[in-house]
């Protein structure tokens, strides 16, 4: 089992950046395919990027964000980033990380098995 924890959230201008970070305990995040969810008030939570688990297995982005965020990982630290570019308001939500045991590039809420707390996004017009 792993234990999921995001940081790097906050408040920014529109136009801004943010990283975020989901950092992994328990069981080493390599074996993990691993997403980024957001939810924001009223709405359901959305897939926004995920990334396989082996090196070669490639990412996956919502429409929304293509081109402007970017999911990465670093084994060696069981942690997986979410680089955020060309923040809008509409990107405002508490943002999750989750994490499965797979090879693919999952993108849907039901196919994870694991979440963290959520950490806060918000972006100022």
């Known amino acids: 089992q792993v234990s999921l924890v995001e940081s790097g959230g906050g408040l920014v201008q529109a136009g801004g950046s943010l990283r975020l970070s989901c950092s992994a305990s328990?069981?080493?995040?390599?074996?993990?395919?691993v997403g980024w969810f957001r939810q924001a008030p009223a709405k359901e939570r959305e897939f926004v990027a995920a990334?396989?688990?082996?090196?070669?297995?490639?990412?996956d982005y919502a429409d929304s964000v293509k081109g402007r965020f970017t999911i990465s990982r670093d084994n060696a630290k069981d942690t997986v980033y979410l680089q955020m570019n060309s923040l809008r308001p509409e990107d405002t939500a508490v943002y999750y990380c989750?994490?499965?045991?797979?090879?693919?590039?999952?993108?849907?809420?039901?196919?994870?098995?694991?979440w963290g707390q959520g950490t806060q996004v918000t972006v100022s017009s």
């Open positions: 989750a994490a499965v045991v797979s090879w693919g590039v999952p993108v849907k809420r039901y196919e994870y098995d694991y």
């Open positions: 328990g069981r080493t995040v390599s074996s993990y395919a």
């Open positions: 990334v396989s688990s082996w090196s070669g297995g490639g990412t």
